[in-house]
């Protein structure tokens, strides 16, 4: 079984950065294939940005290109969503999601574990 729990969350200004973290349990987190999805109200979850079990590759949805970065640290078990020039438009609730060795995949499916989520919230 692993868990996630993310942090990082917070009320912040359009045009600011944040910097989410997600802490993953177990010794096997080489072995996930990590993600970011994030839920607006009454929307559906949307893939944000996904990163292979190796590291070696990232994936950006349309809402983070150009603007978050992902990366992971494995002595930590840890990834990092890195969130710059916000919009009021980024306000969800994020959560980080695991597969064990898949692709980077947009669909929510085929996700083997997810966190509780953290709040971002971007005023204008």
């Known amino acids: 079984q692993v868990q996630l729990v993310e942090s990082g969350g917070g009320l912040v200004q359009a045009g600011e950065s944040l910097r989410l973290s997600c802490a993953a349990s177990g010794r096997t987190f080489n072995s996930y294939t990590m993600a970011w999805f994030r839920q607006a109200p009454g929307k559906e979850r949307e893939f944000v940005v996904g990163?292979?079990?190796?590291?070696?590759?990232?994936f950006y949805g349309d809402p983070a290109k150009g603007r978050f970065t992902i990366s992971r640290d494995s002595a930590k078990n840890t990834v990092y969503l890195q969130m710059n020039s916000l919009k009021p438009e980024d306000t969800a609730v994020y959560y980080c999601a695991a597969r064990v060795f898949g692709a980077v995949d947009s669909s929510t499916g085929v996700y083997n574990y997810w966190g509780q989520g953290t709040q971002v919230t971007v005023s204008s």
């Open positions: 990163v292979t079990w190796s590291g070696g590759r990232t």
